[in-house]
């Protein structure tokens, strides 16, 4: 069974990058990885969705190894309405069922 | 607006009815994907449809049920309400899985149970 950890929680300030990483040790491997951001009492918003190596959009960055055990959604210059929780969400072999990671609650400080 | 419809956005409610959930899913997509949020919790994976037919089932209760509708549109059925029943629940909607589309998540109903 797939299984996501992330870090509960990251302190940043304004203008730095940040990296949150997510461990998938077991995901489908026909399925892509994508990364959501939430705050309080909203559904989830799609920020990035890569496959393998390295994706980027106008947002955010998205660095995926060969293995596929991991990914790391890259943030860069934050800003205090990055403050938000970040999932990792994947594939679970086999079956339809896509899981959510723990989720990051990034706080980002002026 | 994500184009995922979620109705009602807050429902209250006391311990032992039943209600349903309603979500709408953007136009073209197939799949419906639904998840419960507890209080500054993790989403969980309940359950999940496409075209019609149940594709997939996370930790569903069996007081929980769902289903698909013809026109794509889908409900979910809770039953014997308990308070721990009270959280967000969002739908998601995607063309397919495994097509490198994103999945679109609506704005999710609050449900209290009292």
């Known amino acids: 069974l797939a299984k996501t950890t992330q870090p509960i929680s990251m302190d940043s300030y304004e203008g730095q990058e940040v990296n949150i990483t997510c461990s ?5 491997t026909n399925d892509y990885i994508t990364w959501y951001q ?3 009492s909203q559904g989830p918003r799609f920020i990035i969705q890569g496959y393998k ?7 955010a960055s998205l660095f995926i190894p060969a293995d596929r055990k991991s990914s790391t959604l890259s943030l860069p210059r934050v800003s205090l309405s990055d403050t938000a929780v970040y999932y990792c969400l994947v594939g679970v072999p086999n079956t ?4 959510f990671g723990t989720g990051t609650r990034l706080q980002v400080f002026p | 607006d994500s184009g995922v419809t979620q109705t009602p956005k807050h429902l209250i409610t006391a311990t032992g009815q039943r209600v349903t959930l309603r979500c709408s899913p953007r136009s073209g997509d197939l799949s419906v994907y639904w998840y419960q949020q507890s209080l500054d919790q993790g989403l969980q994976f309940l359950i999940q449809y496409y075209n019609g ?9 069996e007081r929980f049920s769902a289903q698909q509708f013809p026109d794509l549109h889908s409900e979910l059925n809770l039953s014997s309400l308990e308070l721990g029943d009270s959280a967000l629940y969002f739908c998601a909607s995607s063309v397919a899985r495994g097509q490198g589309y994103g999945y679109t998540f609506g704005s999710g ?3 209290t149970v009292v």
């Open chain 1, 38 to 40: 939430q705050f309080p």
């Open chain 1, 53 to 59: 190596t390295k994706v980027t959009n106008e947002v």
């Open chain 2, 53 to 61: 037919e149940e594709r997939a089932k996370g930790n569903i209760l």
């Open chain 2, 109 to 111: 109903t609050r449900l």
């Open chain 1, 96 to 99: 339809d069922k896509l899981i």
């Open chain 1, 24 to 28: 998938h040790n077991n995901i489908a």
